[in-house]
């Protein structure tokens, strides 16, 4: 057998009574590509941090080629051939790329010229995939995806044994995703180890060899991709069945449209658009980042600046130029950015849920505690949050509570229409699958929802009908019958066969 | 492979002090900690320190930056940092106080005449702040100009006003032994306090905050509460001018510029307090009570100081060294306590 890169032995971290990690196991063979898969909070995050010599504090043994050791920090990591691309990026927007990849390290050189510095980052510019970019842009001209890949680049110029990428594609849509598991590919055929976390599970079963399943902090499986399939592993992850991840779809709705949307031009777009929003349904906006669906979103919540446009509701003609306009007509939206404006993340979460609706629970200004609190447990009931932590930060949740919590908020305010941009981004598939049923129980009662979503599986699964975009124009709305990832995504890729055009 | 060594699997248990740190109230435990020790060496050292008198001393030299810094601190906890114009704003409005008391106009049209610049103070500086101005700059120019205006409105001179007057009482009159502007500034604490935990108001302050584009998201716009916050400022300023020319019946543009508590200098005192309370300067998180045991525990230690024989000097060094060792402080058990999510 093949000695093992990486070896974790029994690894526990603890915080108090809290275990992160218990007894975990976890292995990486040279040049393989190791899935880390696991619902937010199941340890995930905690592994990595060991891994990469972010914490030190745990019991059990670590080795690395061969040799035991405990990084007593990031650096002795590195030094050791680990690198970590984080989800949160750290380039300096306003410097080149260039400069960014060669930031620091021991092989950059202390005095370079511009064009020095172009020569020594070309290859591994090439290695991730962007050598079509002049090395000498300022990283903030470049799109979120391909700052990704400087990232990566960044890393590879030290010449990691092991590259973790932690989520690598959470923030980007399908072209800049591909690019990235491109570069994965190229990477292990030079004979890397790659260690990757996400929860988008069609990328793990694309590019991972082996995967590694944690559950509430402990390893609980290690299986083979090959012969793999995607409920088996659901299974393992959840500890338990999971029906349907989508409910059944909703085919029918109602004849007479809530909202009409005429002439609706947002920044960004390349024309006015017209939608017709019915109670009951679940409108899916696919297209990828680019395509202007959020920015439609947006633009009818009142949060972004328009060219002209209006809304029809109820027989009354406006249009929202604040949020605040738009919650007084009953039109909830929710952004992709959940962190930005979606949450207050150092106030409660009981906070959190009402404070769309102050007027509801105060009386002449005076909050009603006894009116705030039936409120919250409602909306909590609702998007199944644990009645228990309504006191707690809103900052201490994971990824998929604090979504909940972002959405629930808009309960609040008994909403007509439910604009949702990226409704579960960064969420497990346990909260995923809470959300798809709330959403789907609020339709059911005659709200109307709209989603945007880059995300294929949940755009082809969950909306009643679907309008296309691709660039900033509509291309197309397909029924629920003609709905199919493959259809969907020849739609928002490539939608008028435009790369034949171009030969 | 055989097993070298066995895993060690005994977890350190968390000490006494990492529980303590791990409790909610653990700010206002290491406040009231640190004024203990204040308190006990002052008590042990200082002549005449343990006094009821004295105390009543330090209570009174406190209730004037208390009540600015309460002011000021719905400013910092709605996240548009602070108004640097908090003595200027004072300065003008005792001119325009005095000149009212110095025309015969009676305590109580003094009083809204003083206020009506209080309000076009505040909500002329909250309206251009709301619309995206940077607090430090819109307060600084404020400042000018509100500086300005009253020294070229009494022309640098006195304005003074003869005993009796019909502000004497607030001035020098006493309630139940508390001087009657303790008595205010205990009131004034109660009812912001109130104000910040019961109210819409109060929620929305510490909602915007916490996060601004959140707070638009959810309809609590900054433009309007910049307004709120900054006129609330400005109405405490005047009302400490009031107070204080009806102490010495009479005004002067510079009363507080030296004249004036430990360091000299109003703003910088009032932004001390707020500071040395344990608020966030980012908003979102702290209280007005905070801020009022802030002025008591600077008056504590300026006090204390005084009664050892130190003049002006130490005296602001220890201020600016509180504000040094508060941040820090702070820093340091908050990070403890909020999760890196």
Same mark, same amino acid.
């Given at each position: 057998m093949e000695e093992q890169l990486l070896s974790l032995s029994k690894i526990t971290r603890s915080f108090g009574a809290i275990h992160a990690l218990k007894e975990v196991s976890f292995g990486v063979m040279p040049g393989e590509v190791m899935g880390l898969v696991g619902e937010n909070g199941a340890g995930k995050s905690?592994?990595?941090?060991?891994?990469?010599?972010?914490?030190?504090?745990?019991?059990?043994?670590?080795?690395?080629?061969?040799?035991?050791?405990?990084?007593?920090?990031?650096?002795?990591?590195?030094r050791a051939g680990i690198a970590i691309a984080q989800q949160e990026l750290s380039l300096i927007p306003t410097m080149s790329v260039a400069e960014n990849v060669l930031l620091v390290g021991d092989n950059v050189p202390k005095i370079a010229t511009k064009r020095q510095l172009i020569k020594l980052v070309e290859p591994f510019l090439s290695e991730v995939g962007l050598d079509y970019i002049d090395p000498a842009t300022s990283v903030e001209r470049l799109s979120v995806g391909e700052r990704h890949l400087v990232e990566v680049a960044r890393l590879i110029a030290h010449d990691p044994q092991l590259l973790i990428l932690d989520e690598p594609t959470a923030a980007l849509g399908e072209t800049d995703s591909i690019r990235i598991l491109e570069m994965v590919e190229r990477l292990v055929k030079r004979g890397k180890s790659v260690i990757y976390v996400s929860h988008r599970l069609d990328e793990i079963f694309k590019i991972c060899d082996r995967i590694t399943i944690l559950r509430d902090g402990r390893s609980v499986a290690v299986k083979n991709t090959k012969g793999?399939?995607?409920?088996?592993?659901?299974?393992?992850?959840?500890?338990?069945?999971?029906?349907?991840?989508?409910?059944?779809?909703i085919s029918t709705?109602?004849?007479?449209?809530?909202?009409?949307?005429?002439?609706?031009?947002?920044?960004?777009?390349?024309?006015?658009?017209?939608?017709?929003?019915?109670?009951?349904?679940?409108?899916?906006?696919?297209?990828?980042?680019?395509?202007?669906?959020?920015?439609?979103?947006?633009?009818?919540?009142?949060?972004?600046?328009?060219?002209?446009?209006s809304l029809e509701m109820d027989g009354n003609v406006f249009m929202p130029k604040t949020p605040n306009e738009a919650i007084k007509a009953k039109i909830a939206y929710c952004s992709e950015d959940r962190?930005?404006?979606?949450?207050?993340?150092?106030?409660?979460?009981?906070?959190?849920?009402?404070?769309?609706?102050l007027k509801r629970i105060g009386n002449f200004g005076i909050l009603q505690p006894s009116a705030e609190n039936g409120l919250?447990?409602?909306?909590?009931?609702?998007?199944?949050?644990?009645?228990?932590?309504?006191?707690?930060?809103?900052?201490?949740?994971?990824?998929?509570?604090?979504q909940k919590v972002a959405l629930g908020k808009w309960l609040a305010i008994s909403p007509k229409v439910i604009l949702v941009n990226e409704p579960t981004r960064g969420v497990d598939v346990g909260a995923r699958a809470e959300i798809y049923q709330t959403l789907h129980k609020l339709a059911k009662k005659g709200t109307a929802i709209v989603i945007a979503s880059t995300d294929l599986q949940e755009i082809a699964n969950l909306p009643t009908r679907i309008i296309a975009f691709y660039r900033g124009l509509k291309v197309s709305e397909l029924g629920y019958r003609e709905v199919s990832a493959e259809n969907i995504l020849t739609q928002i890729t490539d939608p008028f066969g435009a790369a034949k055009l171009e030969r | 492979m055989s097993p070298i060594s066995e895993p060690i699997n005994q977890l350190p248990k968390p000490s006494i002090l990492e529980k303590l740190i791990q409790r909610?109230?653990?700010?206002?435990?290491?406040?009231? =900690? !640190? #004024?203990? +020790?204040?308190?006990?060496?002052?008590?042990?050292?200082? /002549?005449?320190?343990?006094?009821?008198?004295?105390?009543?001393?330090? !209570?009174?030299?406190?209730?004037?930056? @208390? %009540?600015?810094? %309460?002011?000021?601190?719905?400013?910092?906890? $709605? @996240?548009?940092?602070?108004?640097?114009?908090?003595?200027?704003?004072? =300065?003008?409005?005792?001119?325009?106080?005095?000149t009212g008391m110095a025309s015969g106009w009676g305590f109580e049209l003094s009083f809204l005449f003083t206020m009506v610049f209080a309000l076009i103070a505040g909500i002329s500086q909250g309206a251009l702040i709301g619309i995206g101005g940077n607090p430090i700059v819109v307060t600084l120019g404020a400042a000018g100009v509100l500086y300005g205006l009253g020294a070229y409105w009494s022309d640098n001179l006195v304005v003074s006003y003869r005993r009796p007057h019909g502000a004497e009482w607030l001035g020098t009159g006493s309630f139940l032994g508390l001087p009657n502007i303790t008595v205010a #500034?205990?009131?004034?604490?109660?009812?912001?306090?109130?104000?910040?935990?019961?109210?819409? #108001?109060?929620?929305?302050?510490?909602? %915007?905050?916490?996060?601004?584009?959140?707070?638009? =998201?959810?309809g609590h716009e900054n433009f309007w509460m910049a307004i709120k916050v900054c006129t609330i400022a400005s109405v405490c $300023?005047? #009302?400490?001018?009031?107070?204080? $020319?009806?102490?010495?019946?009479?005004?002067?543009?510079?009363?507080?510029?030296?004249?004036? @508590? $430990?360091?000299?200098?109003?703003?910088?005192?009032? %932004?001390?307090? +707020?500071?040395?309370?344990?608020?966030?300067?980012?908003?979102?998180?702290?209280?007005?009570?905070?801020?009022?045991?802030?002025?008591?525990?600077?008056?504590?230690?300026?006090?204390?100081? +005084?009664?050892?024989?130190?003049?002006?000097? /130490?005296?602001?060094?220890?201020?600016?060294?509180m504000i040094v060792f508060s941040i820090i402080v702070f820093a340091i058990l908050r990070r403890g306590s909020r999760s890196e999510e």
């Amino acid at each position: 057998m093949e000695e093992q890169l990486l070896s974790l032995s029994k690894i526990t971290r603890s915080f108090g009574a809290i275990h992160a990690l218990k007894e975990v196991s976890f292995g990486v063979m040279p040049g393989e590509v190791m899935g880390l898969v696991g619902e937010n909070g199941a340890g995930k995050s905690s592994l990595v941090k060991i891994i990469g010599g972010f914490d030190s504090g745990y019991t059990g043994q670590l080795t690395f080629a061969n040799k035991q050791v405990r990084f007593s920090g990031p650096v002795m990591a590195e030094r050791a051939g680990i690198a970590i691309a984080q989800q949160e990026l750290s380039l300096i927007p306003t410097m080149s790329v260039a400069e960014n990849v060669l930031l620091v390290g021991d092989n950059v050189p202390k005095i370079a010229t511009k064009r020095q510095l172009i020569k020594l980052v070309e290859p591994f510019l090439s290695e991730v995939g962007l050598d079509y970019i002049d090395p000498a842009t300022s990283v903030e001209r470049l799109s979120v995806g391909e700052r990704h890949l400087v990232e990566v680049a960044r890393l590879i110029a030290h010449d990691p044994q092991l590259l973790i990428l932690d989520e690598p594609t959470a923030a980007l849509g399908e072209t800049d995703s591909i690019r990235i598991l491109e570069m994965v590919e190229r990477l292990v055929k030079r004979g890397k180890s790659v260690i990757y976390v996400s929860h988008r599970l069609d990328e793990i079963f694309k590019i991972c060899d082996r995967i590694t399943i944690l559950r509430d902090g402990r390893s609980v499986a290690v299986k083979n991709t090959k012969g793999l399939s995607v409920s088996e592993l659901v299974n393992s992850m959840l500890g338990r069945e999971l029906e349907n991840m989508f409910p059944k779809r909703i085919s029918t709705s109602s004849k007479t449209p809530l909202l009409k949307v005429r002439d609706l031009w947002p920044d960004g777009l390349l024309d006015p658009v017209d939608l017709d929003i019915f109670p009951g349904e679940i409108l899916g906006l696919a297209g990828q980042l680019g395509s202007g669906t959020g920015e439609i979103l947006s633009a009818i919540a009142g949060a972004h600046p328009i060219r002209g446009g209006s809304l029809e509701m109820d027989g009354n003609v406006f249009m929202p130029k604040t949020p605040n306009e738009a919650i007084k007509a009953k039109i909830a939206y929710c952004s992709e950015d959940r962190k930005h404006d979606g949450l207050f993340l150092g106030r409660p979460i009981i906070e959190n849920l009402t404070s769309t609706a102050l007027k509801r629970i105060g009386n002449f200004g005076i909050l009603q505690p006894s009116a705030e609190n039936g409120l919250a447990n409602d909306i909590a009931k609702g998007f199944t949050i644990d009645n228990s932590r309504l006191p707690s930060e809103a900052g201490v949740l994971s990824g998929g509570n604090q979504q909940k919590v972002a959405l629930g908020k808009w309960l609040a305010i008994s909403p007509k229409v439910i604009l949702v941009n990226e409704p579960t981004r960064g969420v497990d598939v346990g909260a995923r699958a809470e959300i798809y049923q709330t959403l789907h129980k609020l339709a059911k009662k005659g709200t109307a929802i709209v989603i945007a979503s880059t995300d294929l599986q949940e755009i082809a699964n969950l909306p009643t009908r679907i309008i296309a975009f691709y660039r900033g124009l509509k291309v197309s709305e397909l029924g629920y019958r003609e709905v199919s990832a493959e259809n969907i995504l020849t739609q928002i890729t490539d939608p008028f066969g435009a790369a034949k055009l171009e030969r | 492979m055989s097993p070298i060594s066995e895993p060690i699997n005994q977890l350190p248990k968390p000490s006494i002090l990492e529980k303590l740190i791990q409790r909610h109230s653990k700010l206002a435990i290491t406040l009231l =900690a !640190i #004024f203990i +020790v204040v308190f006990v060496y002052g008590m042990v050292t200082a /002549p005449n320190f343990l006094t009821l008198f004295n105390f009543k001393t330090i !209570i009174r030299d406190a209730a004037l930056v @208390g %009540i600015m810094a %309460i002011g000021l601190t719905f400013v910092t906890l $709605s @996240g548009n940092f602070f108004l640097l114009s908090m003595k200027e704003t004072a =300065a003008l409005c005792i001119i325009a106080f005095a000149t009212g008391m110095a025309s015969g106009w009676g305590f109580e049209l003094s009083f809204l005449f003083t206020m009506v610049f209080a309000l076009i103070a505040g909500i002329s500086q909250g309206a251009l702040i709301g619309i995206g101005g940077n607090p430090i700059v819109v307060t600084l120019g404020a400042a000018g100009v509100l500086y300005g205006l009253g020294a070229y409105w009494s022309d640098n001179l006195v304005v003074s006003y003869r005993r009796p007057h019909g502000a004497e009482w607030l001035g020098t009159g006493s309630f139940l032994g508390l001087p009657n502007i303790t008595v205010a #500034f205990i009131l004034i604490a109660i009812s912001a306090e109130l104000l910040l935990r019961k109210t819409s #108001f109060g929620r929305q302050v510490y909602l %915007i905050g916490a996060n601004r584009a959140a707070g638009r =998201a959810t309809g609590h716009e900054n433009f309007w509460m910049a307004i709120k916050v900054c006129t609330i400022a400005s109405v405490c $300023s005047a #009302f400490v001018a009031i107070a204080f $020319s009806a102490q010495v019946s009479s005004a002067q543009v510079n009363y507080f510029s030296s004249e004036f @508590g $430990s360091s000299g200098d109003m703003t910088i005192m009032v %932004i001390a307090t +707020v500071m040395v309370g344990g608020n966030s300067i980012m908003g979102g998180f702290g209280s007005t009570l905070r801020s009022s045991l802030g002025a008591v525990f600077i008056s504590t230690v300026d006090n204390m100081m +005084v009664l050892h024989g130190f003049n002006s000097g /130490p005296r602001v060094f220890a201020v600016g060294l509180m504000i040094v060792f508060s941040i820090i402080v702070f820093a340091i058990l908050r990070r403890g306590s909020r999760s890196e999510e």
